[in-house]
């Protein structure tokens, strides 16, 4: 379903609503910048460093894409990956459930604030766009939480919108962003909007924050990924 939300609707505060999970797919299609080919970069990028019989938790895993997509590309190479997504909304879990039901893959995905929920061992975390909608206090934590229980070489994929403290760059990467909005469709009115009920509900880091949270956490070893203007996706490792 195409994402019209704010073309048609005045939402005060963003939150992962089923008026949210119905067009959420198409809204990260056009509101991330390069999503369709981001996807298959983690994707590939994660298989290539876990051996068969790991396991891989997404938190925050929405309506399950990344998830889907793995296991798609672990059942064809013939590997057995365990996959868990972790996400506090029932709507983007249901969409997701139907989605891996129909393609026949076998993904648990599980309704928990990730903050409260006890995690188990795994190879491979990943934080796709999510930390940004956790309050800055908690940030940390749930980063140590990971770090924790992550196996020896394990990995943690982390994508993150971000800013910059010059004001000229800042703006000018704001600017560049409305610009790819427009291009996707999206109507000068309907960023404003949006904008305006992520205020205070999606709060970004700058990427030397972001660094920072990573190693104090505990990670050594940080690199990006992918990166584009005000989007970043970094990949840390534990080492052994």
């Not at 399950?64 to 909304?89: E, H, M, P, T, Y």
Request: glycine share 4%; proline share 3%; hydrophobic share 45%.
């Amino acid at each position: 379903m195409k994402d019209e939300l704010f073309k048609t609707h005045t939402i005060k505060h963003f939150c992962f609503d089923a008026q949210v999970a119905a067009v959420f797919d198409d809204m990260l299609e056009r509101s991330i910048p390069f999503y369709a080919s981001l996807l298959p970069l983690v994707s590939d990028f994660v298989l290539r460093l876990l051996p068969s019989g790991a396991s891989l938790v997404d938190l925050g895993s929405s309506t399950g894409n990344l998830l889907l997509q793995i296991a798609l590309k672990a059942r064809a190479q013939g590997r057995k990956i365990r996959l868990v997504g972790i996400d506090n909304s029932p709507d983007m879990l249901k969409l997701a459930r139907l989605k891996a039901d129909a393609l026949g893959v076998d993904v648990e995905f599980v309704c928990a604030d990730m903050l409260d929920y006890a995690f188990e061992q795994a190879d491979c975390f990943v934080c796709n766009y999510t930390l940004q909608f956790i309050a800055p206090q908690y940030r940390l934590g749930l980063l140590k939480k990971i770090y924790d229980f992550l196996n020896p070489n394990g990995i943690l994929i982390f994508s993150e919108k971000i800013y910059t403290t010059n004001i000229l760059l800042n703006e000018a990467f704001i600017e560049q962003y409305h610009h790819y909005k427009q291009a996707q469709g999206y109507s000068l009115g309907e960023i404003a909007k949006k904008r305006e009920a992520l205020e205070n509900v999606l709060v970004p880091n700058t990427h030397e924050q972001n660094l920072a949270l990573l190693e104090n956490a505990g990670f050594q070893t940080m690199q990006i990924l992918f990166a584009w203007v005000n989007f970043q996706t970094i990949v840390a490792l534990k080492e052994d």
